[in-house]
Every structure is written in structure tokens, then in C-alpha cells.
């Protein structure tokens, strides 16, 4: 794989995405998630380049484990929203996803957790916050990472 100047492995978009996750998290707005999102939908890709089609006649015992995490991520409803809020990002083609958020200030009770700030900027899908969405998704992430 060629990569992007000095990030050329899976590994090194990995590590890019954790530190955007911590910037986002300590000071949430636009520009981190955009690129936190963008990161989370490539790193499937830079795992495994090619398309669901390349193994999808095999059984699943037979996945390797690129082949497997691209499988678990393409089923993930997560997955699947960081897709949708990324590739509406570039094509604005999705308006159903557009639908689905919003974004609202200050600490709210039920969303919010203790040590939250009470002026935090809270971005929702389908009325839950991103964070969930991006940490289901790390978590999968993670297990792959963890292997390797």
C-alpha cells in the first residue's frame, strides 16, 4: 500500500484516528470529527483493499482476519452510520442521514456523563451521541489491532 506521505499502513491510520478521537473528545466540533469520521470509514479499506466480492463465497472460518473485520464492518449497524455521515460528507447524496442529526450545546441530563462540560457541543444520530457510535466502532477496531 502506498499511503499518504508518512502514514503508509493500517497501523499508522489507527494511530491517527485514536489521537483525533482524543481531540474530539476533549474539545468536540466539526473539523475533529470530520476527519475522525473520514479516518474510521477508510481504515476498513487500508485493512483490506479490495471488495466484500473477494471472499464472500468462502465460509467464514475460512476469513483471514482482514478479510473478517472488513465482513464484521460492513454488518455493523455503526459501521454503517460512520459510512453514510462520511460518504454524505463528500457527495451530499444522503439526505436520510442529514435527517438523523443534530447538534446541540451544553450539558444535558441522560446524554451527558459525569466530567462532561456543561458548554460541550453534543453531536446526535438518531438521538444518541456520536461518541456511542464511534466507540462501537473502535471496539471492533481494536480487537483487530490488538491481533496483529
Known amino acids: 500500500m502506498s499511503g499518504f506521505f508518512e502514514l503508509k499502513t493500517s497501523s499508522d491510520l ?3 484516528a485514536k489521537r483525533e478521537y482524543k481531540n474530539f ?3 468536540s466540533n466539526d473539523y475533529d470529527l470530520f476527519n475522525l469520521i473520514t479516518s474510521l470509514n477508510h481504515l476498513r479499506e487500508w485493512i483490506h483493499p479490495l471488495k466484500k466480492g473477494t471472499y464472500a463465497n468462502k465460509n ?3 476469513y483471514t482476519i482482514e478479510e473478517l473485520i472488513h465482513s464484521n464492518l ?3 449497524e455503526n459501521y454503517q452510520i460512520i459510512r453514510s455521515l462520511c460518504n454524505n460528507s463528500k457527495h451530499f447524496n444522503d439526505i436520510k ?3 438523523r442529526t443534530e447538534v446541540s450545546n451544553g450539558f444535558q441530563f441522560g446524554l451527558n456523563t ?3 462540560s456543561f458548554g460541550q457541543r453534543n453531536y446526535l444520530i438518531d438521538g444518541k451521541d456520536i461518541i456511542v457510535v464511534i466507540d462501537e466502532v473502535f471496539k471492533i ?3 483487530y489491532f490488538d491481533k496483529i
Request: hydrophobic share 5%; glycine share 4%.
Open 60 to 62: 467464514k472460518s475460512e
Open 97 to 99: 442521514i442529514t435527517e
Open 14 to 16: 489507527y494511530q491517527k
Open 74 to 76: 460492513h454488518e455493523n
Open 25 to 27: 473528545c476533549e474539545n
Open 141 to 143: 477496531y481494536s480487537k
Open 114 to 116: 459525569y466530567g462532561d
